[in-house]
């Protein structure tokens, strides 16, 4: 069975790993990070939506032994020190979630998104959130959300 | 201090914003077998026989059960609304034992140590099955030579209610609209697919698992499976979605259950996603034939519903149910002098139907809003007008419909009128005349839906008089804690709805405490004794009043407590902010203080108990009903038969709001499901009773690049049926949307001679009516 090396969460783990098995399962089911959702089997809904070295991925189609020497961010990580991710508080803020089983996916994929287009138009948003599914809010919040945590996320960059 | 009305954001989001979440499939105990099951690949065979031998050899497999093995003691799954003297409830295994009746019906399963072995595992299970014949379409289903999915033959049930003299209101009718609309089998598809985990200490069960309806559970699986009432804890931790999917008894529970007891271990089955497009209930399902009698004028004199509906292979808890929600709703908020609804429920080789959002109100407006705009264009009128002309005016609530229903309240006009201003009606009018005009490839059409719905489900008697096997009441209970703290303990079992928000507000206002003072528990029959759960928009009309109730009386309680330590009558006392005080003097104690007297008991009025705790039960007297009215443009590129939609505005009146923000969200979530009804979903089987959107690949579900921004407003017309006001608000949304936006694209391509494009109304769908348009 490979050996790989990953941190997750700024948590440095090695584990043995089938070669099948994915990064979403190598997280919730080995390392207990149950924070990322799964919601599919084939790589449409987003849920499990995680960073893998800066970028976006759905860790349900990633190997875990693709993820070997990798740092991983989840949803768990990103709140600093207690105080929520720009883009988590401004999704509190504009309800742009419901039962909250796409969030952490939702969220990660809006980082992302707000990173590489810092102010997103709407139809950006929408376009950039594709990947995601989210069967309760119906985007409308979301959207709002997207772009306050943009506004938010480029302040925070500015005073820093 | 009010609470009610302010948008609050919600306590629940930061856990969930963190990810710390308690999703059933994320929960551990140890010692923790998995479950996986074998399902059928035919809609219909004999199990001719099954061999699980060698999968019991598998590493790591603890245990293989076939039907056969559990026939004794798996009960059948639960049928709680035989809607008809005639009904026919066929026995229903949660494991197959003799003949699978669909794709994905339980066969075998497998428990392992771990979900990959078990998994594995079941690829080893041999399994013989003689093919019968599939019975897919609801006409032939019908047929008298067609094969039987059951021995009884494939009727479930007929339901016939007139009202009004049909035959006059027909007989010489100016105009008579006749038509056939199609409601497809949906997938409800929540976005956490469904997961169990059972343990026992040997006497009792604890089950989590993924429902709208922890309460319902725990008392049908007790019956089911024998295991007694008291002895069965049912928790439903963090439930990712529901809307009527997760309301339900399923074989995976049940088993679950039974698996535990056989094994003594704790097992737990998470389901995949095309596990569940194959084997959660399905929504929809019915064929309906409308007929629909005026006068010149446009004035509605019968309406005649015939309607076939598509039980699937069984009968689960509410499947009969679901078509007779909507028997008493085809006329929507029109007055007319007659009306006859017929219905038949089918057998057919396909998953089972039941509650899906709007759960037989969707369709039944579906179909009315549909032939409205049908009876506008047959008259040329103008189809916000032909509503005008039909609708129950504001002054003449409360009205009885004609069948049989009292709408307590309303006012279509401010909502419809309201809904114009903010859409620029006349403007996207001009526009589309000038579209047509210039013969642009690219149409717009308008579509409005002018609904209401029952809702608030319901008060008991109505509920048992309609021959459904429970109650509709609700249940809360309220405990001031000795620093004056409060929980609120509801029978309400949300899941993405945000009662411990609202709730939080109801009870802050009503005790005079702060709202951060106030938690909500709920969703474990161990901590919550009595409820009724989480669906038809029942929630706060009726839960929500439940915990009302039971903190005016717990202030009641706290009013005697206060007069005896201030030595006054309770009558002299005032209650404002949270305090009692003696009229006309300083003296005074607050709510929170007396919550420790009550505590420390050293000083009690004489016969009073040492706690401020009160409980209440609700049970409403009518249902309620919200209505809204909702109006959307869509342009129509008739090459490529693609349909986008341009704007969305709805007006709703849910009565009196607790949390607009909440409100907000529920109208815009329920939107987009309608809107995905209309033009992208659709459970399709083939002719061989196939599933063949299994996957989220084929089931197509909106993503955010295929909405509009919603516009979203309100009036507010307060219900009288409670004390709240409220009516409602989780299937408003569906229910209008999925009517606007057929209508808006029928309406583009009218010129065009079309005058029905089949749901969902893909580009291919709509190329096609274009085609038979122009043919
Ligand atoms: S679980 Fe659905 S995309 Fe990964
Ligand atoms: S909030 Fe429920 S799926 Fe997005």
């Known amino acids: 069975m490979p050996r790989i090396s990953v941190k997750v969460d700024g948590i440095a783990y090695e584990e043995d790993v089938e070669p099948r098995l994915l990064l979403v399962h190598l997280l919730r089911e080995r390392l207990g990070k149950t924070g990322t959702p799964a919601g599919c089997d084939t790589s449409n809904c987003g849920a499990c939506t995680v960073m893998l070295d800066g970028k976006t991925v759905k860790s349900c189609s990633v190997l875990a032994v693709q993820a070997d020497g990798s740092d991983i961010v989840t949803i768990e990580g990103l709140a600093a020190n207690g105080s929520l991710h ?44 594709e990947g995601n599914l989210c069967r309760c809010t119906g985007y409308c919040n979301i959207v709002r959300a997207v772009k306050r945590g943009a506004q938010e996320m480029g302040q925070a960059v500015k005073s820093s | 201090m009010t609470e009610v009305g ?77 809607v008809s003297d005639d009904i026919v409830i066929p026995e229903h295994p949660p494991m197959a034992v003799t003949e699978v009746r669909y794709t994905g019906e339980i066969v075998a399963c497998v428990v392992a140590t771990d979900r990959f072995k078990a998994a594995d595992a079941l690829e080893a299970i041999e399994v013989d099955y003689e ?66 985990l059972v343990s026992t200490d040997g006497d009792t069960f604890t089950m989590w698992t993924s429902t709208q309806i922890p309460h319902v559970l725990r008392v049908m699986l007790a019956m089911v499976t024998g295991v007694p009432e008291h002895q069965l804890r049912v928790i439903a931790p963090d439930v990712g979605g529901g809307f009527g999917t997760k309301l339900q008894v399923t074989a995976e529970e049940v088993l679950c259950l039974l698996l535990c007891r056989k094994l003594g271990k704790p097992v737990k089955w998470a389901e995949s996603r095309t596990e569940g497009n194959l084997a959660v209930h399905q929504g929809r399902g019915q064929l309906q034939h409308i007929r629909l009698a005026a006068d010149s004028d446009g004035r509605i004199r019968g309406l005649q519903v015939d309607l076939l509906a598509d039980m699937g292979a069984y009968l689960m808890l ?50 009315i809003e549909r032939i409205m705009d049908e009876l506008a264009a047959e008259l040329r009128l103008d189809p916000i007008e032909v509503r005008r002309r039909n609708w129950i005016k504001h002054e003449e609530f409360p009205y009885t419909t004609i069948a049989g229903l009292t709408y307590d309240s309303g006012n279509y006009e401010a909502a419809t009128d309201k809904a114009l201003q903010l859409f620029g009606y006349d403007k996207l009018r001009a526009e589309q005349a000038d579209r047509r005009d210039r013969g642009d490839p690219v149409q717009l059409g308008i579509g409005v839906s002018t609904f209401t719905e029952m809702c608030g489900l319901a008060p008991s008697r109505m509920l048992g008089e309609a021959n459904y096997g429970a109650g509709g009441w609700e249940h809360a209970s309220v405990r001031m804690l000795p620093t004056g703290k409060v929980e609120v303990v509801t029978g309400t079992s949300p899941h993405g709805q945000g009662h411990v928000t609202s709730w939080s507000q109801i009870a802050a206002d009503a005790l005079g405490v702060p709202f951060e003072d106030v938690t909500v528990v709920h969703g474990d029959t161990a901590i919550s004794h009595k409820g009724m759960d989480t669906y038809g928009s029942r929630s706060l009309v009726v839960g929500g009043v439940a915990v009302l109730q039971a903190c005016e009386k717990v202030r009641e309680k706290a009013r005697k407590l206060a007069a005896h330590l201030l030595e006054c009558s309770p009558d002299d006392l005032d209650f404002a902010d949270g305090a009692f005080k003696v009229k006309g003097t300083d003296s005074q104690t607050t709510i929170q203080e007396l919550a420790l007297a009550a505590f420390a008991a050293h000083n009690l009025p004489e016969g009073a108990e040492a706690r401020l705790d009160s409980d209440a039960t609700f049970d409403p007297v009518n249902y309620s009903f919200p209505h809204g009215t909702h109006l959307t443009a869509v342009e129509v590129d008739t090459e490529t038969g693609h349909v986008k939609i341009r704007s969305y505005v709805a007006v709703d009146d849910v009565g009196k709001v607790v949390n607009p923000l909440i409100v907000e969200g529920q109208v815009h979530g329920g939107i987009a499901q309608g809107i995905g009804q209309a033009l992208y979903e659709e459970a399709v089987y083939d002719a061989e009773g196939n599933l063949l959107t299994a ?40 229910i209008a949307s999925t009517p606007a936006v057929v209508n808006a694209i029928v309406d583009a391509l009218r010129p065009h001679g079309v005058r029905d494009v089949p749901m969902p109304c893909t580009p291919e769908r709509v190329w096609r009516a274009l085609e038979g348009g122009r043919a």
């Open chain 1, 86 to 129: 720009p883009m988590q508080r401004a999704f509190h803020e504009e309800h742009a979630l419901q039962c909250g089983f796409c969030t952490p996916g939702m969220v990660m994929a809006a980082i992302d998104l707000v990173r590489d287009t810092p102010d997103p138009s709407e139809e950006a948003i929408r376009e950039g959130l």
């Open chain 2, 6 to 82: 302010k948008a609050r954001r919600r306590k629940e989001d930061a856990r969930l914003l963190t990810g710390r979440t308690r999703w059933t499939d994320n929960l551990q105990q140890p010692g923790m077998l998995h479950v996986a099951f074998l399902r059928s690949p035919m809609a219909h065979a004999r199990i001719t026989g099954v061999d699980v031998s060698a999968a019991r050899e598998l590493p790591g497999v603890v245990a293989v059960f076939a039907g056969q093995d559990v026939a004794g003691e798996q009960g059948s799954l639960p049928c709680a609304w035989p």
């Open chain 2, 131 to 196: 093919p019968l014949p599939p019975v897919i379409d609801l006409e032939t289903a019908l047929s008298p030579d067609s094969p039987k999915v059951h021995e009884t033959g494939n009727q479930a049930f007929s339901v016939k209610i007139t009202s009004g003299d049909l035959d006059a209101a027909f007989r010489d009718a100016p105009v008579v609209i006749d038509r056939t609309y199609v409601q497809q089998r949906l997938i409800g598809a929540a976005m956490e697919p469904r997961a169990v």
């Open chain 2, 318 to 367: 509410v499947t009969p149910g679901v078509p007779m929600l909507g028997a008493t709703m085809f006329n929507g908020i029109y007055k007319m002098d007659a009306y006859e609804f017929a219905c038949k429920g089918v057998f057919t080789t396909k998953m089972p139907t039941d509650a899906y959002r709007g759960a037989g109100r969707p369709e039944a407006t579906f179909a």
């Open chain 2, 695 to 734: 996957t989220l690949a084929d089931y197509l579900l909106p993503s955010a690049a295929d909405l509009p921004d919603f516009v979203t407003d309100r009036t507010e017309t307060p219900a009288t049926s409670n004390p709240l006001g409220a009516k409602g608000v989780g299937e408003a949304g569906t």
